[in-house]
């Protein structure tokens, strides 16, 4: 009997854990997101994922300027709470167009990240597409 006791105790102090690591990582989401609606002043954001199964899951956050130039290309990839949003410089400076159509998106290694790209951009488009605010726009949540 106690020893079921001690097996509750081991699973509320695994659920404990999670949450705090959650609570982490939804901390460190909103800090990026914050420091980059304060950068930006004017364009577009587009935020997309890809779930894991057993592998590593993945956020991509694309930011452009009024004429889709990407201004800023972040991801967050791993299996952690601990992960952390890395700039990916080699496609700052890109049009959203050649993006769509670069080699770097084919590549075997980075179907997640295609993927996510993929629904970043998509969350851009409609964006583009509805009627224009002031600063950054497109941070809305994607059912993709």
Known sequence: MVMWQWGLLALGLLWA????????QMR????????????YND????????RGRLGKGMIVLIVTNAD???QRF???????????????????NMS?????????MTTEED????KATEVAIAQIDR????????????IKAVNA
Not at 17 to 24: A, D, F, P
Not at 74 to 92: I, T, Y
């Open 68 to 70: 889709l130039a990407i």
């Open 111 to 114: 179907r997640a990240l295609a």
């Open 127 to 138: 964006a583009k597409a509805e009627p224009k605010s002031k600063g950054l726009t497109g």
């Open 74 to 92: 972040l991801v967050m990839s791993g299996r952690s709470v601990f992960a952390k949003f890395r700039r990916r410089p080699e496609f700052e």
């Open 28 to 39: 460190h989401y909103t800090d990026v997101m914050k420091g980059i609606t304060s950068k």
């Open 96 to 104: 959203i167009e050649a993006l769509r159509t670069s080699s770097l």
């Open 17 to 24: 854990l999670q949450s705090l690591g959650v609570w982490y």
């Open 43 to 50: 364009g577009f954001v587009g935020a997309g994922n890809v």
